[in-house]
């Protein structure tokens, strides 16, 4: 096997064989040879290393097998070409006299090397093509051909007794014009229709070698003269150098497969530099001889037909590539413009309709409207059922709106409408907010949704982004007032959003100034309304507004993730003074200190963690703390019931608070862990308390002790009421009837007479 470098030797060697040869013919011109056979000796050397080339070639390991079977093929070829050189040799050579006979044995295996190279490229695997492909590749075949012909016979064939005359026969003459013709049209093919894994330089090198070793043989009869002389010399070494070239190519490219150039639409100058060509013949053809005018005529015209067939061809698919591009423009049009999931616009089709509106001066209102808990439907139904409301929601509003708005998706449950100004929207709005509201059958689901909508009317100078701030502005303060609404944008909303920023950024430095300060409600035994616990709750002692209430600041602390701060400190404030209160009053200290826990922090991975280090620090009894949850801050964390699960095993209680009032209180005690239900004050002393709030106190005691949970009454402000609430067999409740949020100090004071009792 030839090692990387050693192929040099051998292919410096054919080199010299050729350049002996042109040397021996180009020396003949001005010199007749006395043993004209020496001239031959370099040909069959030649031959032999070229076919060497290709066997190591054909026996490499990391080729495919078409490849190496080509290779092979043309080991064959090579022999039968040395075997063709030597039968050439002898016609010229071992006659009374030099000649330039080319013998019918020689023709055999000429003719037998044209046959198996050209097989051996016929039999490579192709690439795919389509059907005008190939159809073009044919006329451009055809074109070459005609061209090729022409011009052998122009310069060469038509002067066909000169070629009797010299070898003897026409058979040198056809195997020459069928080495030119047919090795240009294979070549072709090769190109165009690919190679499998051959060389494609390799490819380029033969076919340049067989057209130049068939042009230098068509020179034969300006040699007529000089019989010791042949073409043959000069052709035959070009031809096995190519191939010699071509195999150490393919040796040098190894198995890198070649670049499939099926997707190349540059144009193709064959057909137009073929009619160039025969034009030219046209022009330097004797008109003293018609039949060879009218035979370069016939070319022409045969040509230039061609020419515009495939011109015609080129332009029908040029049509049928452009119709194709439009629609995949329209298609990526569509997918740039339009929302995946609900097929209404997107975010970047709304913004740039804002911007065309704006540009005309046209005035029209901004709607942004966003589900009111759609975070819940999404955790306790499955993402797919979110999915399902959303894209109801867009067909809801889209029939609502028609052809006179624009309906769009900014992103998960957030949707935007923009209305021409005409008119006031009011009406529609509030057809929007009943119709999105109607119950939805979501997969099996049956879910009644809401939404929160804020509008707001363009203006001189807006642009996209301000549109959207306003709207977005007004439907937050739609959300605030309870949700399932629509607000107009009002220009003192900016400034209760400034006075919202800036006491949000009071409050991230409220704990480290002392501002944030624990009070303690008590919980009372409803027998002998004596305090047997507190629940701890915050309270913000602003320097400018003074106390703010915790319905305030608790929602911006959610809002800013202040609450995960806030947490810990009241959480270790409870468990500073549920250790104290043991260590003063012993096994009499109150049995519980309730603490409110955010969604925020149950979906915080570290709280567990939090909690775990706040009662190793404070030494707190675990069993006399409970954590207190909402129904909303539960659905709105995932790990929300591992979480709980976990406190309850460190040995803290459990309570739901404000049950009855969430969206799926009943179903939440099946799946998340609960020692106590905090009963809501609605039912308590709202305005339903003596109505349908009775009904629902006297049927959640018996609920809570069929399920072995303690219930705590909130809310309690009369005699009256505790009284309903012992009949109805309450033992805990709390309210400002027994206690108003206390200091520690205070709770104490309250405490201890009712312990000495």
């Known amino acids: 096997m030839i090692q990387r470098g050693e192929e040099r030797v051998p292919l410096a060697a054919s080199a010299l064989a050729l350049a002996l040869s042109t040397t021996w013919l180009v020396a003949g011109l001005v010199h007749e040879w006395a043993h004209p056979v020496l001239g031959w000796l370099p040909l069959p050397v030649a031959s032999l290393l070229a076919g060497y080339a290709c066997w190591a070639v054909a026996r490499r390991a ?37 000649s330039q006979r080319v013998g019918p044995i020689t023709l055999v295996f000429y003719l037998g090397v044209l046959v198996q190279i050209m097989w051996a490229l016929l039999r490579l695997p192709s690439w795919q093509r ?63 229709a690919g190679a499998g894994q051959l060389d494609r330089r390799a490819t380029w090198i033969l076919a340049v070698g067989a057209a130049a070793a068939g042009t230098v043989g068509g020179m034969s009869p300006f040699l007529i003269s000089r019989p010791y002389l042949s073409t043959s010399l000069v052709s035959v070494p070009i031809a096995t150098l190519a191939i010699h070239l071509a195999a150490v190519s393919q040796w040098r490219a190894g198995a890198t497969l070649p670049r499939d150039r099926r997707r190349s639409r540059r144009i193709s100058v064959v057909p137009y530099l073929a009619v160039a060509i025969a034009d030219g013949l046209l022009l330097t053809t004797s008109t003293a001889n018609p039949d060879e005018t009218r035979i370069m005529q016939t070319v022409v015209v045969a040509l230039t037909v061609l020419a515009v067939t495939r011109q015609i061809i080129a332009l029908r698919d040029n049509n049928r590539l452009m119709a194709t591009v439009e629609s ?54 499955g993402h797919q059922v979110g999915d399902h409301l959303i894209i109801e929601t867009s067909h809801r509003l889209t029939a609502l709106v028609g052809p006179h708005g624009t309906v769009g998706r900014l992103g998960g449950d957030e949707f935007a409408i923009l209305l021409p100004a005409a008119g006031d929207p009011a009406a529609l709005l509030d057809d929007l907010i009943t119709e999105v509201g109607r119950p939805a059958d979501l997969a099996g689901n049956l879910t009644s949704p809401a939404v929160s909508a804020g509008v707001t009317r363009s203006q001189d100078g807006d642009d996209p982004a301000e549109l959207l701030r306003r709207a977005d502005v007004a439907m937050y303060a739609a959300k605030a007032a309870g949700g399932n609404r629509w607000q107009w944008f009002d220009p003192g909303m900016d400034r209760a959003a400034d006075e919202a920023a800036r006491l949000a950024a009071d409050l991230r430095q409220a704990l480290h100034r002392g501002q944030i300060f624990a009070l303690y409600q008590p919980i009372v035994d409803l027998t002998t309304e004596t305090p047997v616990g507190a629940e701890i709750l915050m309270r913000w002692d602003h320097p400018e507004h003074g106390l703010i209430p915790p319905d305030i600041f608790i929602p911006l602390a959610e809002r800013t993730g202040t609450i995960i701060e806030l947490g810990r400190w009241v959480l270790a404030q409870a468990c500073r003074q549920s250790a104290e209160w043991t260590r003063h009053f012993g096994a009499a200290a109150p049995r519980r200190i309730s603490v409110n826990v955010s969604a925020h922090q149950l979906a915080d991975p570290a709280f567990l963690t939090t909690v775990r280090d706040i009662l190793a620090e404070t030494g707190a009894d675990p069993t006399r703390l409970m954590i207190e949850v909402t129904e909303t801050a539960v659905l709105n964390a995932t790990s929300a019931a591992h979480q709980l699960d976990a406190l309850r095993e460190l040995g803290l209680r459990v309570a739901l608070d404000d049950f009855g009032t969430g969206h799926s209180s009943l179903s939440l005690l099946l799946d998340v862990p609960v020692d106590v239900l905090k009963v809501d004050k609605s039912f308590v002393s709202g305005d339903y308390a003596d109505q349908a709030g009775a009904i629902v106190v006297r049927n959640l005691i018996s609920f809570t002790d069929d399920f072995g949970i303690d219930a705590v009454a909130e809310g309690v402000e009369t005699p009256a009421q505790a009284a309903r609430l012992r009949t109805a067999g309450y033992h805990y409740a709390q309210g400002y009837l027994f206690g108003r949020p206390m ?15």
């Open 62 to 98: 990391d080729l495919d097998a078409s490849t190496r079977r080509f290779w092979l093929s043309l080991t064959v070829a090579c022999g039968l070409f040395t075997a063709g050189i030597i039968a050439n040799a002898a016609d010229a050579t071992a006659g009374p006299a030099p």
């Open 743 to 757: 200091t520690a100090a205070a709770f104490e004071a309250l405490f201890t007479p009712a312990r000495a009792a």
């Open 328 to 381: 995949h423009q329209a298609e990526l049009t569509r997918q740039a413009t339009t929302d995946s999931l609900t097929g209404v616009a997107n975010r970047a089709f709304l913004e740039q309709r804002t911007r065309d509106l704006l540009a005309e001066d046209r005035e029209f209102h901004m709607v942004l409207l966003d589900l009111d808990d759609f975070k819940i439907v999404n955790d306790r139904l």
């Open 130 to 192: 389509s059907r005008s492909d190939w159809l073009r590749f044919g006329i451009d075949a055809c074109v070459v051909l005609i061209t090729v012909a022409a011009f052998g016979w122009r310069f060469s064939l038509r002067d066909h007794e000169l070629w009797v005359e010299q070898t003897g026969s026409l058979g040198a003459m056809l195997a020459i014009g069928l080495l030119v013709g047919l090795s240009m049209i294979t070549f072709m093919k090769v190109a165009f």
